[in-house]
């Protein structure tokens, strides 16, 4: 493993046995303490936002504090809030305090390669989280197969619209971030998919736009212009469940909810919820959890000073053309008939789904 130039000194043991947890306690930071056996280096980790969608806050903080606290070391998770300057200022602080391992979901490519870069001058160890940054040379990648998710996403349409006996309908496509590379794997996995049907003439390409930052406010007023564009349109690819809870409040003015099938992404409460009543047609169940876990593993193991044996898998920077080390994860199509799996797995509760307009929507679904 190699020495980051600001390396931490090893840290006694107390009397007690163990360390208090110490560190900045603010909204967008949790930091776990070092128990009583550890001798590893400090981890930090930096998560993107809270806007483009509630995983960040609600899922990855939660799973990656309690395995790194489960683990005894010590480390600082914070959140960028989508500001380019602020996700630079965190770097810099955690590689100047010392960390020996930086994890980061990037903004983008370009400010998530000039921070892993600066770790590498510090003989830090980096690991890119969920997002690879193009260019960037993270010596360790993990996320879920991303392609893969597009791809379900694509069938997932097509199941929906053969449903409702759609006749050469039109779609359109509210696609992620143009800066974010997931959101480029994301519709190239779509595209697989559909792109048979469009050949053919049994579908009807509709508008096909990028949703900036993944802003869903701005998603809204986009399919705002593209439903006014094309009026006729009958079914909506969205990247993610933010952005097809912007496209359905669309339709509901319209009075068109429910009747145009909508794709999502990340099991949100949200989504789920307009899975259930019946506005949109599915999403896309990534267990966080498990990908949190599976980051955690690799920088505990790094931050020990270990060589990880986890990341088995391999995936191709577009950029330079190298390969990283990857866990890559399998997700998982979710519509009405499995929306249950989803609190059966532990990630959202029934507390939190099956709210009082919800109630009967959850026992038909068989949440119990």
């Not at 955690?94 to 391992?101: E, F, P, R, T």
């Not at 791809?151 to 696609?175: E, H, M, W, Y």
Request: glycine fraction near 10%.
């Amino acid at each position: 493993m190699r020495k980051g130039l600001f390396a931490l000194a090893a840290v006694g043991l107390m009397a007690t046995g163990s360390m208090a947890a110490c560190g900045d306690k603010s909204d967008d930071t949790a930091t776990t303490g070092t128990g009583s056996t550890a001798k590893a280096g400090k981890v930090g980790v930096i998560l993107p936002d809270t806007k483009s969608s509630a995983r960040w806050e609600t899922a990855d903080t939660k799973y990656l504090t309690e395995a790194f606290k489960a683990a005894g070391v010590e480390a600082e998770i914070k959140n960028a809030q989508g500001d380019k300057n602020s996700f630079q200022t965190i770097a810099d602080g955690m590689i100047q305090s010392g960390v020996k391992v930086l994890v980061i979901v990037n903004l983008d490519s370009g400010t998530g390669k000039n921070v892993l870069q600066n770790a590498k001058k510090a003989g830090i160890a980096t690991i890119d989280y969920d997002r690879l940054t193009l260019g960037g040379g993270a010596d360790y990648y993990v996320s879920f197969d991303n392609t893969e998710v597009g791809r379900l996403q694509g069938q997932g349409l097509i199941d929906c619209l053969t449903a409702a006996k759609a006749t050469k309908p039109i779609v359109s496509f509210l696609n992620g971030s143009p800066t974010d590379n997931n959101a480029t794997l994301f519709k190239q996995g779509a595209d697989e998919i559909l792109k048979p049907k469009f050949d053919s003439g049994d579908y009807t390409k509709g508008p096909d736009e990028a949703v900036p930052d993944w802003d869903n406010a701005k998603g809204g007023t986009i399919f705002e212009q593209q439903l006014t564009k094309e009026p006729k349109i009958a079914g909506v690819l969205a990247a993610n469940d933010g952005l097809g809870n912007a496209a359905i409040e669309v339709l509901k003015k319209q009075k068109l909810n429910g009747k145009v099938p909508v794709t999502g992404q990340d099991a949100t409460v949200q989504g789920l919820q307009n899975i259930l009543a019946g506005d949109q047609c599915m999403t896309v169940y990534k267990a966080i959890k498990k990908e949190a876990d599976a980051a955690a593993e690799l920088a505990i193991a790094l931050a020990k000073g270990e060589k990880p044996t986890t990341a088995t898998g391999k995936v191709t920077d577009t950029e330079t053309k190298a390969e990283v080390n990857s866990v890559l994860l399998k997700p998982e199509s979710i519509t009405k008939a499995n929306v249950k799996t989803v609190v059966e797995d532990g990630f959202v509760t029934k507390a939190e789904l099956c709210t009082a307009a919800f109630a009967k929507a959850c026992t038909d679904a068989g949440i119990s």
